[in-house]
């Protein structure tokens, strides 16, 4: 073979090995795990029962996980969210003015988000974005129903904008991720997250009242 042969033969092979390494580090929608739905408390204790922990595994187009990945919740589409302001123990980076949560992948490409986020927000509402690409989008569901950072009615409207969802199909409270009607399941959920805020727990008194509430607003 003639040396100006040899060297195309290696360019190409050059070529086509700098196309695998670029194509695998691109974050493959497709290929990635997500969460069914995006439930969010504003303690950040969501994940509970029935309601899955907020986990993604990013995998690029030859399904390879790709530790290293930013993953990013944007919520600048959901005019709604309240996002609690950044402390020490969260694991993520909270930026207020674009309204985005952002973590980077662990060894196995998998990253969890326990995000303190109240307020709801529609379908498509929500974005969740692997190094600048688009996974998934989500409606937002939080048990802040009316998005000032606490679940609570004595300072708020949580409980009679949850009641009036009860038998509806509304994914903002759809907290079991059933993709279905709003139920029993979703109530209990609901109220066991009563009381909670960005700050913790703040009166205690009104989860035990919860009972009498949706009596009255249904």
Known sequence: MSRPAT?????LALAVATAAAV????PSAA???LPPCMVFCPIGDAPYINIPAFTVVVRDLANNVIPGSTVVLDFSGCPQAYICPQIPLDPYTVNPTTRTLSR???ASGSVTFPARVGGTGPAGCAKVFADGVLLKTYALAS???DGNGQVVSVIGN?????ASKLGTVDPTA???CSGGVVDAQDE????FHHSHSCLGIVDPVKRSSWGGLKSHYR
Not at 158 to 162: A, G, L, N, Q, V
Not at 188 to 191: D, P, Y
Request: charged letters at 20%; proline letters at 3%; a negative charge.
């Open 7 to 11: 060297a195309l033969l290696l360019a």
């Open 174 to 176: 759809d907290f079991d």
């Open 143 to 145: 048990f802040d129903q």
């Open 104 to 106: 980077v992948t662990d």
């Open 188 to 191: 209990f959920l609901f109220s």
């Open 31 to 33: 290929n990635s795990s």
């Open 23 to 26: 194509s695998a580090a691109v």
């Open 158 to 162: 949580d409980d009679p904008i949850f």
